[in-house]
C-alpha cells in the first residue's frame, strides 16, 4: 500500500508542476523573436531601415526599449572606441617626449661644449694679447675686414718701423 500511495503522490506532484509551467508560460506575454533573439553584435550592426523593419508589429514599448538597447550599445561602441584612441594618443605623446627629452638633453651636452670651445678660444685670445703686450708686439682689428663682429681680422705689426702684414 505503500508503493502504491508513493506512485499516486509523485504523478500528482509532476501534474502540479507541469500545470504550473503552463501558468507561467500562459502569464507572461509572449515573447516575440525579434526582440529577444537579437543579438546585441546584431542589433548594433543593423542599418536603420533594416531595424525599423524588424521593428514592425511590436508594440510602442517593445520598440522604444529596443532602440534604447540599441542606443545604449552603440554609446559603449564609442566610448570604448573613444578610450582605445585616447590611450593610443598618450602613447604617441609619451614617446614624442621621450624623444624630445633626448633631444633636449644631446643639445645641452651640445652647446656646453661649444662654450668650453669658446672660453678656451677666449682664453687663448687673452693669452696672446697679454703675449703681444709684454713684447711690444702691436695687434690691430680691421672694421672693413670683419666679417662678423665675432670674427675678425688681425693686424700684426712685430716691428714699429716696418710696414704691418695682415694675418687672417
Known amino acids: 500500500m505503500i508503493v502504491i500511495d508513493l506512485d499516486i503522490?509523485?504523478?500528482?506532484?509532476?501534474?502540479?508542476?507541469?500545470?504550473?509551467?503552463?501558468?507561467?508560460a500562459s502569464a507572461s506575454p509572449p515573447l516575440t523573436p525579434n526582440h529577444t533573439s537579437i543579438s546585441d553584435d546584431d542589433l548594433v550592426s543593423l542599418s536603420v531601415k533594416d531595424l525599423n523593419r524588424l521593428l514592425k508589429g511590436l508594440t510602442r514599448d517593445e520598440v522604444s526599449k529596443l532602440k534604447q538597447r540599441r542606443r545604449t550599445l552603440k554609446n559603449r561602441?564609442?566610448?570604448?572606441?573613444?578610450?582605445?584612441?585616447?590611450?593610443?594618443?598618450k602613447e604617441e605623446l609619451e614617446t614624442e617626449k621621450d624623444k624630445l627629452r633626448a633631444e633636449v638633453e644631446r643639445l645641452q651636452r651640445e652647446n656646453s661644449i661649444v662654450k668650453m670651445e669658446l672660453n678656451a678660444l677666449r682664453n687663448k685670445c687673452e693669452a696672446l694679447e697679454q703675449f703681444a703686450h709684454?713684447?711690444?708686439?702691436?695687434?690691430?682689428?680691421?672694421?672693413?675686414?670683419?666679417?662678423?663682429?665675432?670674427?675678425?681680422?688681425l693686424v700684426v705689426k712685430s716691428e714699429p718701423m716696418l710696414p704691418s702684414s695682415t694675418v687672417s
Do not use: W
Open 9 to 24: 503522490f509523485l504523478s500528482q506532484v509532476k501534474e502540479e508542476l507541469t500545470a504550473a509551467a503552463a501558468r507561467a
Open 77 to 89: 561602441g564609442y566610448a570604448a572606441n573613444c578610450r582605445e584612441k585616447r590611450i593610443s594618443q
Open 134 to 153: 709684454r713684447n711690444d708686439i702691436r695687434v690691430l682689428t680691421h672694421p672693413h675686414h670683419m666679417v662678423s663682429q665675432m670674427h675678425a681680422s
